[in-house]
């Protein structure tokens, strides 16, 4: 068959499967068609992303929730749930429900971590090798808690970059990144690794 017969047939065919995977099977043919909602969020994405840029995607979806019920589907494949029940379905231990490639944009240095892996036979068997210092009987034993106090104690009696307890708050929220990095810096050195740098005594090594 030569391309003079075919090329009349090119752009109906292109057009038709435009109409088809973009208006016909996200409205009529799609397992979410039931699901209530704006038509045109089931056409496209870029309703809700718009929603994020301009900081208004929360009060948005609220709104549509309160006009359409608990669940409501804001985007061709997408549905957002406003319950209990839903919340525990979905998040429960169990529920079988697994990540969906979102999460990754919170991987750490281009590795998965146990909030972004996807899978959860991987996340119960990384959760497993964590649980026990964690645990109600294991946290004792690590003295993860007097670590904490102990640290804690240490930055404020070093003055933490001029920052002292009797100061106002906004000042200490000034500061907040630095407490941020020395807690959590020296206390997984200390209570992961049993590594005492003694950053928070020491302002030289700061």
């Known amino acids: 068959m030569s391309w003079t ?12 499967a435009f109409l088809y995977s973009y208006i016909l099977y996200p409205f009529f ?7 209530p909602g704006p038509r045109f969020y089931a056409f496209t994405k870029w309703r809700p992303a718009w929603d ?24 061709p494949n997408e549905v957002h ?25 919170f991987d750490a240095y281009g590795r998965k971590n146990m909030f972004t892996l996807a899978s959860g ?22 003295k993860v808690e ?7 104690k240490d930055f404020f009696e070093t003055g933490g970059n001029g920052w ?12 907040s990144p630095l407490l941020y990095r020395y807690h959590h ?5 200390d209570s992961e690794f049993r590594r005492n740098h003694r950053f928070t005594r020491d302002t030289r090594t700061c």
């Not at 007097?146 to 804690?152: L, N, W």
């Open 81 to 105: 749930f406003n319950s209990l029940s839903a919340l525990r379905t979905i998040y429960g231990a169990g529920s079988g429900f697994e990540r969906t490639v979102f999460y990754r944009m």
């Open 164 to 175: 002292h307890p009797r100061r106002r708050l906004g000042d200490l929220l000034g500061t």
């Open 185 to 189: 810096h020296v206390l997984v050195w």
């Open 5 to 16: 017969v075919l090329a009349p047939w090119i752009f109906p065919a292109a057009l038709m």
């Open 121 to 142: 036979v991987e996340h119960a068997q990384r959760k497993r090798l964590v649980a026990r210092p964690y645990s109600k009987s294991g946290l004792p034993q690590y």
């Open 52 to 75: 994020d840029w301009t900081g208004q995607r929360t009060r948005k979806i609220h709104a549509l929730h309160l006009r359409y019920g608990p669940v409501v589907r804001i985007g």
């Open 146 to 152: 007097e670590i904490v106090q102990a640290k804690t």
């Open 29 to 35: 043919f799609s397992p979410l068609s039931r699901i």
